[in-house]
């Protein structure tokens, strides 16, 4: 798509209102499954599906949900407060079956939910029972969109055949957008970003994930993030001969230089921040709507990746086997101490992601 175009239509899409977000996002969805029949033979279909899933990512609005099978973790990233967490009092853990039946209930709750499978720290493969878990949460009605993030180095031949089949039994479409994320394009800034010596491997397991979408005519937009080093070069010619040797035909890579910070955060000199925002936080941030299911049973507001800092849990908001009217309670009490006496939860104190949509 041009560039131009895209800016637009980007610009078009930030202006509608949560609600008309999610109408636009649902339609687009059922748009897409539709033109995912039969796109082999009918090849104009391929660049309507692109339209679909450009539209489909950029209205997740601003309260989706965020349901953590695990927050275990097979890296140790430069750019994530995990490693400084390790050393806390944090219980690292799955998700038991007991809290996931807790949670799909508050779900029912929810109206057309969009659900991030994507935990604050950890990855979602390492869950042993993920499929099982993942399918069960798309079954709830209320639930309209899913997806994830994952580093896929769990990806393995077995976990791509049980996402491969998780797909093929997706027969709403929920699961329409995948995202992988892999530190830079080389081994060596793999394991200066990641900690973790996985490159190859991860480069493999993507390539023969995508051959196996071709093969199985599926049409799940794969994302590709490349965290970048400070001072790395990005070449996309490069990034797809590597990434996409079957020319899967719904792959989009993107990169980022930047990463997400707050005043409780300690910066690595060999990457790059976003800078403050300029503007003073009087509005509590449109994220504290958001709510994360956590692995352990407890329920915060938002649920990015520095929405929870080692020792400090502000934007708790109660556990599973609390009702939703004390979570809701807890929630209005943090956006009224923000917004009436001035008193900023620690992680969003100085938080590069703020945002505020009135
Ligand atoms: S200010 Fe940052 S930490 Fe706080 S809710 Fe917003 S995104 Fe999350």
Request: proline share 3%; net charge positive.
């Amino acid at each position: 798509m041009k560039q131009k175009i895209k800016i637009a239509l980007e610009l078009l899409l930030n202006r509608l209102s949560e609600e008309n977000t999610r109408r636009v996002s649902l339609g687009f969805s059922h748009f897409k499954k539709q033109l995912s029949v039969a796109y082999k033979k009918q090849s104009w279909k391929i660049r309507l599906i692109h339209l679909c899933d450009f539209i489909i990512v950029r209205t997740n609005g601003f309260r989706f949900i965020e349901f953590e099978l695990t927050n275990i973790c097979n890296a140790q990233c430069i750019f994530c407060p995990y490693p400084d967490m390790l050393r806390t009092e944090k219980k690292f853990m799955n998700m038991t079956s007991e809290t996931l039946a807790m949670n799909s209930k508050k779900l029912s709750h929810f109206k057309n939910a969009m659900v991030s499978f994507t935990p604050t720290t950890g990855d979602t493969l390492l869950h042993p029972e993920w499929p099982a878990f993942i399918a069960s949460i798309m079954a709830v009605p209320q639930v309209k969109q899913t997806t994830f993030f994952t580093n896929a180095i769990k990806l393995d031949i077995e976990n791509q055949h049980k996402l491969i089949d998780l797909l093929k039994h997706d027969n709403h479409l929920k699961m329409s957008q995948l995202y992988f994320s892999i530190g830079g394009l080389n081994r060596t800034d793999y394991k200066t970003l990641y900690k973790v010596d996985r490159f190859d491997l991860v480069i493999e397991q993507i390539n023969s994930f995508l051959l196996l979408l071709l093969e199985n005519n599926l049409t799940t937009g794969i994302h590709l993030h490349l965290k970048m080093l400070r001072a790395n070069d990005f070449k996309l010619a490069e990034a797809i001969s590597l990434l996409n040797k079957n020319k899967y035909p719904f792959l989009y890579i993107s990169h980022s230089h930047l990463y997400y910070s707050n005043d409780g955060y300690n910066r690595n000199a060999q990457i790059a921040y976003y800078h403050k925002v300029p503007i003073e936080k009087t509005k509590a941030c449109s994220y504290l709507y958001k709510t994360r299911f956590a692995a352990d049973g407890s329920i915060w507001a938002d649920g990015c990746v520095i929405s929870e800092m080692p020792g400090d849990s502000s934007l708790r908001l109660g556990s599973a086997s609390d009702s939703l009217t004390v979570i809701e309670a807890a929630r209005t009490k943090i956006i009224a101490d923000w917004e009436q006496q001035s008193l900023i939860p620690k992680p969003c104190q100085g938080c590069t992601v703020y945002h505020c949509k009135k």
